[in-house]
């Protein structure tokens, strides 16, 4: 297993985390994630260790709770070899301090996930989302508290704009807090729009990319095909899909040359469309998800081999939109906006 620096900071992770929002599945929307309880999570994760994956991904707000709890059930005994990762921000309950990242929330929001993991300290705590009712200072503050106390170690978001992200590395370093080390962030061949404004905001600011979604709720995991069906096991044909439509001529063209470099690789779509992923800048760590042992195992395959670089580009051409503005217009001089450096290491490396 390959293991990267998360952003400017001094912690290494492996390419592949494992995300457990399969776990638990209550209510509708995660229900169509999966139903993993603490039996096959075990099993899964023990898999995950014995491919060198020790990096596990959960939230709060999966499942109210019950993901942490049955993470926290499945890693008994194996808490100093692994990284743990887990959110806060999102509504726990009905009442008006049960959401968003204000002190009084976030405070007992640790505090709670600590007990459901059965763990004294979390690795890389992330805000699930911006809390745009609450000053960035006092969440931070609220942050930096908490890796004082020894509860958590790293911090992280997930899901801001740029000026969210860059307007709160900034109150960091102007008071001299812990920064954000990673930005866990929507990204696949589906949606590039991570490389208009983050990506080059992480290249500049040492911030990684850990990815959630790398395939599209399932989109990109082989099984959609032209003039079929959506598979009825799939998450986006039981209600458990992300993001805008996507429209049908871009996403079969799209699969038509996965298809294409899949045959050539003698990989799945799948670890294709992974294996891109880890071939871009900021990068650090795809958060991969598994409603069963089989997924599991076929996901870790898209690691220990490269694509090349002719094919990184032809599906980069298959895969590329038009960028809104003011990104198109930045995209007009390039030499004073230059993009990140998505091909030098793979030219290096052919």
Not at 207 to 226: C, D, F, Q
Not at 247 to 257: A, G, K, R, T, Y
Not at 294 to 315: H, P, S, Y
């Amino acid at each position: 297993m390959e293991y990267r620096q998360l952003g400017g900071s001094g912690l290494k992770v492996p390419v592949l985390s494992f995300g457990t929002g399969t776990f638990g599945g209550t209510g509708d929307f995660f229900k169509a994630w999966g139903n993993t309880q603490v039996d096959e999570a075990t099993k899964l994760v023990g898999l995950c260790m014995d491919a060198g994956i020790n990096f596990f991904d959960t939230a709060n707000v999966y499942s109210q709770g019950l993901s942490e709890e049955i993470l926290g059930k499945a890693i008994i005994g194996l808490r100093d070899k692994i990284i743990l990762s887990t959110k806060a921000t999102f509504r726990m309950g009905d009442k008006p301090n049960q959401s968003g990242s204000g002190r009084f929330h976030l405070i007992k929001a640790c505090e709670d996930s600590l007990r459901r993991l059965q763990t004294d300290y979390i690795d890389v705590y992330h805000m699930h989302g911006f809390d745009g009712t609450t000053p960035v200072e006092e969440t931070l503050s609220a942050l930096n508290d908490l890796i004082r106390a020894g509860k958590v170690r790293y911090i992280a978001c997930s899901n801001f704009s740029g000026w969210h992200l860059m307007k709160s590395l900034s109150v960091s370093e102007r008071y001299g807090w812990a920064k954000y080390i990673a930005h866990q962030a929507h990204y696949s061949l589906l949606s590039r729009e991570l490389e208009w404004e983050l990506m080059p905001l992480g290249v500049d600011q040492k911030v990684g990319t850990i990815v959630w979604s790398p395939l599209s709720a399932g989109r990109l995991g082989g099984k959609y095909r032209r003039n079929q069906p959506l598979p009825p096991e799939g998450r986006i044909a039981q209600g458990g899909g992300e993001g805008p439509a996507i429209p049908e001529d871009f996403f079969f063209n799209l699969i038509d040359v996965l298809d294409e470099v899949a045959a050539e690789t003698e990989k799945t779509v799948a670890q294709v469309a992974l294996n891109w992923l880890l071939q871009r800048p900021t990068v650090s760590n795809i958060v991969i998800g598994a409603r069963n042992e089989e997924q599991l195992k076929q996901n870790l395959d898209a690691v220990g081999w490269n694509l090349t670089l002719e094919q990184v580009k032809r599906l980069d051409a298959a895969s590329e939109k038009s960028p809104i503005y003011p990104y198109w217009h930045q995209r007009k001089n390039t030499t004073l906006n230059p993009l990140p450096d998505f091909y030098g290491h793979l030219a290096a490396r052919q």
